[in-house]
Nanobody, 123 residues
């Protein structure tokens, strides 16, 4: 049974930082590309960042480029999203996802999803 479990969300003031974690089990984590998405109330799920199986390539949405960093530790079966210079518009539920094959920014191309973690940025 594949599980992705996000953690690290919370309430932070604008300009602050958070680091999200995504713990994977039930799959060979190092064989999967990983992505982070977010969904704000009343909005569609939005692509944030993706990283290849070995972490050699990363890609970011323009909205977070230069502020967020995606990374992974395959020895720990865990992915990360470091979020700096947070803005109120970053408030959303953040999800990690995994897929085999190449990287993707498209939600339906991911096979496995976590349950999400809430990030709230106050102004």
């Amino acid at each position: 049974q594949v599980q992705l479990v996000e953690s690290g969300g919370g309430l932070v003031q604008a300009g602050g930082s958070l680091r999200l974690s995504c713990a994977a089990s039930g799959l060979t984590f190092s064989s999967y590309n990983m992505g982070w998405f977010r969904q704000a109330p009343g909005k569609e799920r939005e692509f944030i960042a993706t990283i290849t199986e070995r972490g050699t390539f990363t890609y970011y949405a323009d909205s977070v480029k230069g502020r967020f960093t995606i990374s992974r530790d395959n020895a720990k079966n865990t992915g990360y999203l470091q979020m700096n210079s947070l803005k109120p518009e970053d408030t959303a539920v953040y999800y990690c996802a995994a897929r085999p094959g190449g990287t993707s920014g498209i939600t339906y191309e991911y096979d496995y999803w976590g349950q999400g973690t809430q990030v709230t940025v106050s102004s």
